[in-house]
């Protein structure tokens, strides 16, 4: 009888079930990380609200010095001169008190602002024929010794100041000569 016992106590033994293995510890462990883990990063990375507020305050000082840096660069090359050809001018003149003739040949041309240049081209367009027979006047009219190169300034600003005079606005801020030449005949 001890034998069949014996054979009698593995099959119980065999056909008990077995409990499976509980992850319910595992995933425990592993959520209560993950809030640990996200609990930390907030603390430590997500910046406070003084530090978001100078950052914004940091960002709005540079776009309004951007802004105002280029608002001046605008200006600066709207008010950048640039020049504007009056054209050329060959003239033959005797001189008062004089029965010498001379030549005088040049190309003439005005500074302007860069902002005014559509106006200067209309304004030369309607009245180029009343510029070209003031400055043929001025060049005509002027004496001798002020044609020479030491004193074209004389007739640099009587050119300016007549052809201003006859502009609607005083749009040259100065003239000169790209070329120059004074010849007897």
Same mark, same amino acid.
């Given at each position: 009888? /001890?034998? !069949?016992?014996?054979?009698?106590?593995?099959? !119980?033994?065999?056909?008990?079930?077995?409990?499976?293995?509980?992850?319910?510890?595992?995933?425990?462990?592993?959520?209560?990380?993950?809030?640990?883990?996200?609990?930390?990063?907030?603390?430590?990375?997500?910046?406070?609200?003084?530090?978001?507020?100078?950052?914004?305050?940091?960002?709005?000082?540079?776009?309004?010095?951007?802004? /105002? !840096?280029?608002?001046?660069?605008?200006?600066?090359? !709207?008010?950048?001169? +640039?020049?504007?050809?009056?054209?050329?001018?060959?003239?033959?003149?005797?001189?008062?008190?004089?029965?010498?003739?001379?030549?005088?040949?040049?190309?003439?041309?005005?500074?302007?602002?860069?902002?005014?240049?559509?106006?200067?081209?209309?304004?030369?367009?309607?009245?180029?024929?009343?510029?070209?027979?003031?400055?043929?006047?001025?060049?005509?009219?002027?004496?001798?010794?002020?044609?020479?190169?030491?004193?074209?300034?004389?007739?640099?600003?009587? +050119?300016?100041?007549?052809?201003?005079?006859?502009?609607?606005?005083?749009?040259?801020?100065?003239?000169?000569?790209?070329?120059?030449?004074?010849?007897?005949?």
């Amino acid at each position: 009888m /001890a034998d !069949e016992n014996k054979t009698d106590d593995k099959p !119980e033994l065999e056909d008990a079930p077995v409990k499976p293995r509980s992850n319910t510890s595992l995933i425990v462990l592993f959520v209560g990380m993950v809030v640990v883990l996200e609990t930390g990063m907030f603390f430590f990375l997500v910046p406070s609200a003084e530090q978001v507020s100078a950052l914004a305050e940091a960002e709005l000082i540079q776009s309004v010095q951007e802004g /105002a !840096e280029k608002a001046e660069q605008e200006q600066s090359d !709207e008010n950048q001169e +640039i020049e504007f050809d009056l054209g050329a001018f060959g003239e033959t003149f005797s001189p008062i008190e004089t029965e010498r003739s001379f030549q005088v040949e040049l190309k003439l041309y005005g500074l302007i602002r860069k902002k005014n240049r559509e106006k200067m081209e209309k304004e030369f367009e309607a009245k180029n024929g009343r510029l070209r027979h003031a400055i043929r006047m001025k060049i005509r009219n002027s004496e001798l010794n002020e044609l020479t190169e030491n004193q074209l300034g004389l007739l640099q600003r009587r +050119i300016l100041t007549t052809c201003n005079h006859l502009l609607d606005e005083d749009l040259l801020l100065g003239v000169g000569f790209h070329d120059f030449q004074l010849r007897e005949e």
